[in-house]
C-alpha cells in the first residue's frame, strides 16, 4: 500500500516554522570567507571536487526497497539504479536495461541488460541480480509489491535477457520499474548479510563511501559507472532540518546545493548573489476528502457544497506562500496526462442551494481530521473553518500526530480529512487506489461503478491517446462528485551555488548529481 | 572522611542511584504500554494487515505477559542490549553511543562557557550588592534568561558565521577526527547552551552569595577585624560553593539530556534530535533507549556533585 508524501515535510516543517520567521534578509554575505573548504569529509577517487548536499532530514535506513523515507531516496538515487528511469520529462528511458520488446499478446515483456555492468563491490550485474530484486519486493511483500501486482512471473532468460509475465496488457509497467530508486536492482549478498541497511551495494553513479548517524553520508564517484565516471568527485550529504541553517550555510559557502528550504524565504533568496534557486511543480498533489459513510456526506450535492464554499486562492496563500499551483484535479499541468477543469470557483450561493438540495439541515458540525507532522493541514483547517462558518456548518479541528491520524483515518473517524499524495508518473497512480471501490487508499469510501470501469480500462489499455480519454473522464467524474476536493500540486524548491552547473531541480524530486560539475573551487 | 567512610558514602550512593534508575525504568516502560494507541497497530501505520500486526507484535515480544516483558527488558538492558530501532533496524544501543560525542563535546563547552561567565559575573554582583555593576549584571542576566535559544542561535549564525565570516554556521566534526575542525564547530552552539546557561547561573549565584554574606559567621569574621579579602574568600565564597555545585551539577544534567532547539538549529547530532526524531517516528525502543541513557546522565551527574560536596564542605555525609 502507498504511503502520503514521505516524511520530509515533517522535521523540517515543525522546527522551520517557529524559527524561520527569522529574518536573514539583512546579511548577503556572498562574500564571506569559506573557512570550511575542508569540510568535505571524503575525498574523490578523483581530483575533482566533492558538492556539499544538505538535505532536510536524516534517511532512517539505506536498503531502497525497505524504506519509505524521501531522505533516503535523495541519497539512493545516486547510489542505485532501476532497469529503467525517467528523463526530465518524466519519460521512461534505457538504464540498466538497454532494450526492451513487448509481446504481441501483451503479456511478455523481454528486457535487453546492459552489459558490463559491475556492483560497486566489483561484482558483475546480471539477469540474476534482476530476478533477485523484484522476486525480493515480491515475496517479502515489501511496500512497492503492489507495482507487480499484474506480474506473473519474472525469468533469468539467458545473462543479459529478463522476461517479466503479466498476466494482462500493463501499458504502465515501465513506470512502476523505473520511477523512483524503490524499484532499484539490488545486489543478494548484500542483501543477505544485511549490510544493504547501512552500507548499500548499488549499481549507481556514487558508490557509498562513509555514513556517520546523524551527521553526515558520503558518496565517492564510481569511475566504471555505465553512463560515464560523474562529473565530481563524490557527494558530502549533511541533514540540516532547520531552513535558516542550511539558507545561512550555503549563502556563506559552506554547502553547495540545499532543499531545507521554507517557502517564506524564497523571494529573497532569489535575491541572493552567487545563488540558483531551482522551482518546479511537482507530481505532489494535495486533497480534501469528506467521509462518505457519514451522512450528509454521502450525497454527491453536500460534497460539492463544499467544494463551492472553500476558499482555494486563500489556502494556497496560507499554506504556500503562493508557491504551489492551483490544481482542480490531481495531475499538475505540464505532465501529458493533464486534463483542464477548473469547476469550482468560489459560490457560496451556488454551494447553499446544494446543501438544500441534499436536504441538509444546518447547524451541523463537521469533524476535520488535521496533523500537526503537516503543518499545513492545520492551517487549511482554519481556512475552511471560517470558510464554511456562513454556511452554518462548524468544524471542529481535530489535531493528532501523523500515527494516530493515519489510525483514524483508516478507521473512517473523520468527517473531512486534507492529505498530500507523492505523486508518482501514471495517471493509474494518480486515480486507482484512491478512487475504485476496491482502490487500497479509498479512506473515503467513494464509489462509481462507471468510474471502476474506466480505472480498469485505463490498467489494460495500451493505445496512448485512448488511455488519455479514459484517465480524462475519470478524473472529472471523481471531481464532480467530489470524491477528492483536489486543492493544489506544491512545488519541487531548491537551490544552490552558482558554481553548481548542469543541475535541475526535477518535478519528481529525483535528485540526481551524477552529471553536474563544481566550477570555480 | 576516614577511607573507609568515603567507600561507603560512595557505596550507599551509588546503591540509591540504582533503585532510582529502576524506578525509572518501570515508568518509561509503562509509558510506552499506556500510551493510547498501539504501538504495533501506530509501526505498521498504511501497510496494516492483520497478519503483518500478529507477525510484528510477536516478534516484539508484545503478545507475552507485561511482567515477563518487563523482566526480560530489565534483564537485556542490564547487559547494555536495549533492542533494535524500529525504523532503521539498528541495535539502540549503537546508536546512542554513536551521538554521546556530540552531546558531551557540546555539555562540556557550554557549561565551561557557562561557567567562565557566571562565576566571575555572579560573585561580583553578590559582594557588590545594590551597586551599579550590581544592577548591571542583574539586568543582563534577566535579559539573558529572557532570550530564547533558538532566536541566540540565528542571530550567532547571522552576525558570527555569515557577518563576520569567522566561524561555520552548523555541522558537527568529531574531536578524534579533527580537533580544529571540531572547535570551530562546537562553539556557535556551545555559546548559545552556555550563554543562556550563563543567565541562569549567575542568578543562582549572586543569590547564594548573598545569602552566605548576610549569614552571622560572616558577620562574625567582619566584625573580628579580618580583611575584606580573607572575609571573601574563606568564608562567603568557600560557603557558597554548596549552591553554586548544585546549580552547574543542574545545569550540567539538562544540557547532557539534550538541548533540541539549539541542536536542530546548528544541525548538531547529538541526543536532544535523536529522541525529537524518534518521538516523531514513533520509535519506541530507541525512545525508551535514549530516556534511559539520560536518566543514567543524570544520576551520574548527581553522584559526581554529591562527592563534590564532601570535598568541598567535609561536613557533609550522606544523611
Given at each position: 500500500m502507498r504511503r502520503p508524501p514521505a516524511r520530509r515535510a515533517l522535521t523540517a516543517g515543525v522546527a522551520g516554522a517557529a524559527a524561520g520567521m527569522l529574518l536573514l534578509s539583512a546579511?548577503?554575505?556572498?562574500?564571506?570567507?569559506?573557512?570550511?573548504?575542508?569540510?568535505?569529509?571524503?575525498?574523490?577517487?578523483?581530483?575533482?571536487?566533492?558538492?556539499?548536499?544538505?538535505?532536510?532530514?536524516?534517511?532512517?535506513?539505506?536498503?531502497?526497497?525497505?524504506?519509505?523515507?524521501?531522505?533516503?531516496?535523495?541519497?539512493?538515487?545516486?547510489v542505485f539504479d532501476t532497469l529503467v528511469e525517467p528523463d526530465e520529462n518524466l519519460e521512461m528511458q534505457p538504464a540498466?536495461?538497454?532494450?526492451?520488446?513487448?509481446?504481441?499478446?501483451?503479456?511478455?515483456?523481454?528486457?535487453?541488460?546492459?552489459?558490463?555492468?559491475t556492483f560497486h563491490d566489483g561484482s558483475d550485474f546480471t539477469a540474476e541480480d534482476v530476478v533477485y530484486s523484484y522476486d525480493r519486493i515480491i515475496d517479502e511483500e515489501l511496500s512497492n509489491a503492489w507495482k507487480f501486482a499484474s506480474v506473473t512471473d519474472v525469468e533469468a532468460v539467458d545473462d543479459l535477457t529478463v522476461d517479466i509475465t503479466v498476466s494482462q496488457p500493463t501499458p504502465n509497467l515501465l513506470s512502476n520499474l523505473g520511477g523512483f530508486k524503490g524499484m532499484a536492482i539490488v545486489e543478494q549478498a548484500n542483501v543477505e548479510s544485511g549490510d544493504i541497511t547501512t552500507a548499500p551495494v548499488g549499481t549507481g553513479p556514487f558508490s557509498l563511501a562513509s555514513y556517520s548517524p546523524g551527521e553526515s553520508i558520503d558518496l565517492v564517484a564510481n569511475p566504471d559507472y555505465w553512463g560515464g565516471e560523474p562529473g565530481v568527485g563524490g557527494v558530502h550529504f549533511t541533514f540540516v532540518s532547520e531552513g535558516s541553517t542550511a539558507i545561512a550555510a550555503l549563502q556563506n559557502g559552506e554547502i553547495d546545493w540545499t532543499d531545507s528550504i521554507p517557502a517564506q524565504q524564497l523571494e529573497q533568496l532569489q535575491g541572493a548573489d552567487g545563488v540558483e534557486v531551482g522551482t518546479s511543480p511537482s507530481n505532489d498533489y494535495w486533497y480534501l476528502a469528506l467521509n462518505e459513510a457519514h451522512a450528509p456526506w454521502d450525497s454527491v450535492a453536500a460534497r460539492q457544497a463544499v467544494a463551492y464554499a472553500i476558499d482555494r486562492e486563500s489556502i494556497l496563500q496560507a499554506v504556500s506562500?503562493?508557491?504551489?499551483?492551483?490544481?482542480?484535479?490531481?495531475?499538475?499541468?505540464?505532465?501529458?496526462?493533464?486534463?483542464?477543469?477548473?469547476?469550482?470557483?468560489?459560490?457560496l450561493d451556488r454551494a447553499r442551494e446544494l446543501l438544500a438540495e441534499a436536504g441538509v439541515t444546518t447547524p451541523l458540525?463537521?469533524?476535520?481530521?488535521?496533523?500537526?507532522?503537516?503543518?499545513?493541514?492545520?492551517?487549511?483547517?482554519?481556512?475552511?473553518?471560517?470558510?464554511?462558518?456562513?454556511?452554518?456548518?462548524?468544524?471542529?479541528?481535530?489535531?493528532?500526530?501523523?500515527?494516530?491520524?493515519?489510525?483514524?483515518?483508516?478507521?473512517?473517524?473523520?468527517?473531512?480529512l486534507m492529505m498530500?499524495?507523492?505523486?508518482?508518473?501514471?495517471?493509474?497512480?494518480?486515480?486507482?487506489?484512491?478512487?475504485?471501490?476496491?482502490?487500497?487508499?479509498?479512506?473515503?469510501?467513494?464509489?462509481?461503478?462507471?468510474?471502476?470501469?474506466?480505472?480498469?480500462?485505463?490498467?489494460?489499455e495500451t493505445d496512448t491517446d485512448a488511455r488519455q480519454e479514459l484517465y480524462a473522464q475519470a478524473a472529472t467524474t471523481i471531481a464532480d462528485e467530489a470524491s477528492y476536493i483536489y486543492l493544489y500540486n506544491p512545488s519541487v524548491i531548491q537551490a544552490w551555488s552558482t558554481d553548481l552547473q548542469d543541475y535541475t531541480a526535477r518535478s519528481d524530486r529525483a535528485i540526481r548529481f551524477r552529471d553536474v560539475t563544481l566550477a570555480g573551487s | 572522611m576516614t577511607g573507609s567512610g568515603a567507600l561507603r558514602f560512595l557505596a550507599r550512593r551509588v546503591l540509591h542511584s540504582a533503585v532510582v534508575l529502576l524506578g525509572v525504568m518501570v515508568v518509561v516502560f509503562a509509558l510506552v504500554h499506556l500510551v493510547p494507541g498501539d504501538p504495533v497497530r501506530i509501526a505498521l501505520g498504511t501497510r496494516y494487515t492483520e497478519e503483518s500486526y500478529q507477525a510484528l507484535r510477536a516478534a516484539s515480544g508484545l503478545d507475552r505477559p507485561l511482567l515477563e516483558q518487563f523482566v526480560s527488558y530489565v534483564g537485556h538492558a542490564l547487559t547494555g542490549d536495549l533492542g533494535v530501532s524500529f525504523r532503521s533496524g539498528e541495535p539502540v544501543t549503537t546508536t546512542l553511543l554513536q551521538r554521546l560525542p556530540a552531546t558531551v563535546s557540546l555539555a562540556v563547552v557550554g557549561l565551561l562557557i557557562a561557567l567562565a561567565i557566571s562565576l566571575p559575573a555572579g560573585i561580583?554582583?553578590?559582594?557588590?550588592?545594590?551597586?551599579?555593576?550590581?544592577?548591571?549584571?542583574?539586568?543582563?542576566?534577566?535579559?539573558?534568561?529572557?532570550?530564547?535559544?533558538?532566536?541566540?542561535?540565528?542571530?550567532?549564525?547571522?552576525v558570527v558565521a555569515m557577518t563576520l565570516g569567522l566561524l561555520p554556521t552548523s555541522g558537527y566534526v568529531a574531536l578524534s577526527q579533527d580537533p580544529a575542525g571540531w572547535a570551530r564547530h562546537v562553539l556557535l552552539p556551545g555559546l548559545t547552551v552556555g550563554l543562556v546557561a550563563a543567565a541562569i547561573m549567575t542568578r543562582y549565584i549572586r543569590t547564594?552569595?548573598?545569602?552566605?554574606?548576610?549569614?552571622?559567621?560572616?558577620?562574625?569574621?567582619?566584625?573580628?577585624?579580618?580583611?575584606?579579602?580573607?572575609?571573601?574568600?574563606?568564608?562567603?565564597?568557600?560557603?557558597?560553593?554548596?549552591?553554586?555545585?548544585?546549580?552547574?551539577?543542574?545545569?550540567?544534567?539538562?544540557?547532557l539530556g539534550g538541548v533540541i532547539v539549539v541542536e536542530v538549529v546548528f544541525a548538531w547530532p547529538g541526543l536532544g534530535r535523536l529522541v525529537f526524531d524518534a518521538v516523531a517516528a514513533r520509535d519506541y525502543a530507541l525512545v525508551q533507549g535514549a530516556v534511559l541513557l539520560i536518566a543514567v546522565l543524570f544520576l551520574v551527574v548527581n553522584l559526581v556533585v554529591d562527592v563534590l560536596y564532601s570535598v568541598v564542605d567535609p561536613r557533609i555525609r550522606l544523611s
Open positions: 546579511c548577503s554575505a556572498g562574500e564571506s570567507v569559506d573557512l570550511d573548504g575542508s569540510d568535505g569529509g571524503a575525498t574523490g577517487a578523483s581530483d575533482l571536487p566533492v558538492l556539499r548536499a544538505a538535505i532536510a532530514g536524516e534517511p532512517d535506513q539505506l536498503d531502497p526497497q525497505s524504506t519509505s523515507s524521501y531522505f533516503a531516496f535523495q541519497v539512493l538515487e545516486n540498466l536495461a538497454e532494450s526492451w520488446e513487448v509481446s504481441d499478446d501483451q503479456l511478455t515483456w523481454t528486457f535487453h541488460l546492459r552489459d558490463g555492468v506562500y503562493g508557491t504551489a499551483q492551483e490544481n482542480q484535479l490531481a495531475i499538475p499541468e505540464d505532465s501529458v496526462w493533464y486534463t483542464e477543469y477548473d469547476e469550482y470557483d468560489l459560490d458540525t463537521l469533524n476535520f481530521l488535521a496533523t500537526s507532522d503537516y503543518p499545513e493541514t492545520v492551517t487549511a483547517a482554519q481556512i475552511i473553518a471560517s470558510n464554511l462558518e456562513p454556511l452554518g456548518i462548524t468544524v471542529d479541528i481535530r489535531t493528532v500526530d501523523f500515527a494516530t491520524w493515519l489510525d483514524e483515518q483508516n478507521t473512517g473517524s473523520f468527517d473531512l498530500g499524495w507523492l505523486g508518482n508518473i501514471d495517471p493509474d497512480d494518480f486515480y486507482y487506489a484512491q478512487h475504485h471501490s476496491d482502490g487500497g487508499s479509498n479512506a473515503q469510501g467513494y464509489s462509481n461503478p462507471e468510474v471502476d470501469a474506466l480505472l480498469d480500462a485505463g490498467r489494460v | 561580583w554582583s553578590g559582594l557588590h550588592e545594590g551597586r551599579v555593576s550590581d544592577a548591571v549584571v542583574r539586568v543582563t542576566s534577566q535579559a539573558g534568561v529572557s532570550v530564547p535559544d533558538f532566536w541566540l542561535g540565528q542571530m550567532l549564525i547571522l547564594a552569595v548573598l545569602e552566605v554574606a548576610h549569614a552571622g559567621h560572616v558577620r562574625t569574621a567582619r566584625s573580628k577585624g579580618l580583611s575584606p579579602r580573607v572575609v571573601t574568600g574563606r568564608h562567603v565564597v568557600r560557603n557558597a560553593m554548596i549552591p553554586i555545585l548544585t546549580i552547574t551539577g543542574i545545569q550540567l544534567a539538562t544540557i
